[in-house]
């Protein structure tokens, strides 16, 4: 199958997510995982109605980011405080930040360029020790020692990668634990705390995600189809 005709048959399913969970489809943006793919694969993806793109790792934004037509760039993977400063003015959103330590090397960074960089911050509600993240119950202290520490930042919302289940309901528990720390602070006014985004849901659980209430969904797979890891894009 095309990415276009993919991508018509995420949207088809993410349209029909969102109408069971009482929402629009437009209410949840769909984010192109674009790792090992290439420029070509990417832009053919934005040609299509992809508007924003997710990568895990900073070599391969730097590699990609000329090669690419106008897109929102999302930086999706684990990301270490010395590869900040490489991303930091090519990147819309950071979705993975898990430290108070990392939120102070982006706030640095931000300020160093004139900045206000948009988070999210990683729950790992499932406590899994092979993912990062924070857990369930650290979540309001970090967005406290954020909004206390970082005036540079501003703080979307949440993220969550729920662990692979044949069973993509059994995923489910998972996110229904962020979405309840995400309603948490959703009102709240503040400067530098706006929750809009809850990324909850990658290529084999999205459906269930926007069940639970996530509102933008990070797939790769289903578009890109299988990576070829024997690709070296960067690490």
Known sequence: MSIRT???HINKLKNEAAERSGRSGDDVLLVAVTKLHDSDEINEAIACGIT??????VQEILNKYDKVEPVRWHLIGHLQTNKVKYIIDKVAMIHSVDSLHLAKEIDKRAAQHGVTMDILIQVNSAEEESKFGITVDETEQMIHDILDNCPNVRIRGLMCIAPYEDDPEDAKVYFEEVKKQFDQ?????????????????MTNDFEVAIEAGSNLI???TAIFGNRDYSRKMGE
């Open 52 to 57: 924003d793109i997710g990568e895990n790792k």
């Open 218 to 220: 990070r797939v790769g």
């Open 6 to 8: 993919n991508i018509e």
């Open 185 to 201: 602070f959703a009102d709240i006014e503040h400067p530098n705390l706006d929750f809009k985004y809850l990324s909850m849901g």
